[in-house]
């Protein structure tokens, strides 16, 4: 395997472990045992993890190498409310002809199916940096997602009014149930956030037992 396939692979590999929501917040990420896991070397795996600190995914501090970001309630505000920012500026950038894309065939479990919706919002923007960084906050939000099925009822139907909404609905109303989808987890913030740590501790718990 050349050693492009073989940084692709395990950098696609680590990421899709850190969006799982998976790993303690704040944990060390240790290259030895990623390249272990994922059958590398320790070369692929640092550089997965440089490039995964760039895309602010991963910590890097001085002298005690590379972290999970911490999680914290006014940091999830934050990026709540970014993303809410976003989303506004994308429907806002609609161009006035019908998009070509639907959110009929969005995936079963919620945390896929809104960030699929909220890909769809910035494709159709006219300004693809609405996209890029719609898709950025969404990999940022992916394991608070995770735990909003647990924090939180009625999230499917939420998933499904803005849906919806893009199909049919005026931008207007899309932007209106989007500023209420945020609000929401805002106010949430402080039970998303327990709830993030609790499947964690669960989860490594049940692994002991």
């Given at each position: 395997m050349n050693s492009g396939v073989t940084?692709?692979?395990?950098?696609?590999?680590?990421k899709r472990r850190l969006l799982s929501g998976t790993l303690m917040p704040g944990e060390r990420l240790e290259p030895a045992r990623f390249a272990e896991q994922l059958a590398s070397s320790t070369t692929p795996v640092r550089d997965a993890l440089n490039r995964l600190a760039g895309e602010r995914l991963v910590e890097m501090r001085a002298s005690d190498g590379f972290h999970l970001p911490l999680v914290t309630e006014a940091h999830l505000r934050d990026l709540y409310g970014w993303n809410a920012a976003l989303l506004q500026?994308?429907?806002?950038?609609?161009?006035?002809?019908?998009?070509?894309?639907?959110a009929n065939g969005l995936a079963a479990d919620a945390p896929s199916a809104v960030t699929m919706l909220f890909a769809l919002i910035g494709m159709r923007s006219s300004n693809p940096e609405h996209g890029a960084q719609i898709a950025s906050c969404s990999d940022r939000l992916a394991a608070a997602r995770v735990a909003e099925s647990r924090a939180l009822t009625g999230v499917e139907a939420e998933i499904r009014a803005m849906a919806v909404a893009f199909d049919h609905g005026s931008p207007a109303d899309l932007r209106k149930l989007v500023r209420g989808y945020h609000r929401r987890?805002?106010?949430?913030?402080?039970?998303?956030?327990?709830a993030r740590y609790q499947a964690i501790v669960n989860n490594?718990?049940?692994?002991?037992l």
């Open positions: 940084a692709d692979r395990v950098y696609d590999a680590l500026l994308a429907t806002q950038s609609w161009p006035h002809e019908p998009s070509p894309h639907r987890r805002i106010a949430a913030a402080p039970d998303i956030v327990r490594r718990s049940a692994s002991d």
